[in-house]
T-cell receptor, first 111, second 109 residues
Framework: DAGVTQSPTHLIKTRGQQVTLRCSPKSGHDTVSWYQQALGQGPQFIFQYYEEEERQRGNFPDRFSGHQFPNYSSELNVNALLLGDSALYLC??????????FGPGTRLTVT | KNEVEQSPQNLTAQEGEFITINCSYSVGISALHWLQQHPGGGIVSLFMLSSGKKKHGRLIATINIQEKHSSLHITASHPRDSAVYICAVRFGGSEKLVFGKGTKLTVNP
């Protein structure tokens, strides 16, 4: 079991560009959450997907959108990138009510 | 307001010492997680608690629902335990985790 995997591991983008980050949940997990962790800060909840629907959303603008596929994998899309979007983006998966497992993260740098 | 407070912010110990990290939260929860984050970013889930106590190797986590408080203990600490330990809480009715600011633990040989 590979656990939660994320791609890419690192990414450099320019202001105004768009980015797509990918997450494959741990085998047997159907719920995927995305978090943003700025340098020196704790992770902040972006949104959660279950049964291909966004179930809950944190305090992030509409530039942040996502998708969950029938195989439970998920994408995070960020449009019109800002310098402040530079962060570590973490994906976590679980079964409903289960322990949350985190992926290694994608480090996004916006220049 | 749903808040999570951790203490201490930084902790330095000598190898072999008993470590305690504390977490307090503001309102009723459905679950509390203890997480470990090493430099470079990867987060490992250590425990999920809703009541009582859990033990895994040298790690022990306890929670007191009435006092809205949890502790993470590390017995016989080792330099490889050096990491940031984060308390994260799922408040009742919510799916998201709210994270504490973390405790940076350094264990010296």
């Amino acid at each position: 079991d590979a656990g939660v995997t994320q791609s890419p591991t690192h990414l450099i983008k320019t202001r105004g560009q768009q980015v797509t980050l990918r997450c494959s949940p741990k085998s047997g997990h159907d719920t995927v959450s995305w978090y943003q962790q700025a340098l020196g800060q704790g992770p902040q909840f972006i949104f959660q997907y279950y049964e291909e629907e966004e179930r809950q959303r944190g305090n992030f603008p509409d530039r942040f959108s996502g998708h969950q596929f029938p195989n439970y994998s998920s994408e995070l899309n960020v449009n019109a990138l800002l310098l402040g979007d530079s962060a570590l983006y973490l994906c976590a998966s679980r079964t409903r009510g289960g322990l949350q497992y985190f992926g290694p993260g994608t480090r996004l740098t916006v220049t | 307001k749903n808040e999570v407070e951790q203490s201490p912010q930084n902790l330095t110990a000598q190898e072999g010492e008993f470590i305690t990290i504390n977490c307090s939260y503001s309102v009723g929860i459905s679950a509390l997680h203890w997480l470990q984050q090493h430099p470079g970013g990867g987060i490992v889930s250590l425990f999920m608690l809703s009541s009582g106590k859990k033990k895994h190797g040298r790690l022990i986590a306890t929670i007191n629902i009435q006092e809205k408080h949890s502790s993470l203990h590390i017995t016989a600490s080792h330099p490889r335990d050096s990491a940031v330990y984060i308390c994260a809480v799922r408040f009742g009715g919510s799916e998201k985790l709210v994270f504490g600011k973390g405790t940076k633990l350094t264990v010296n040989p």
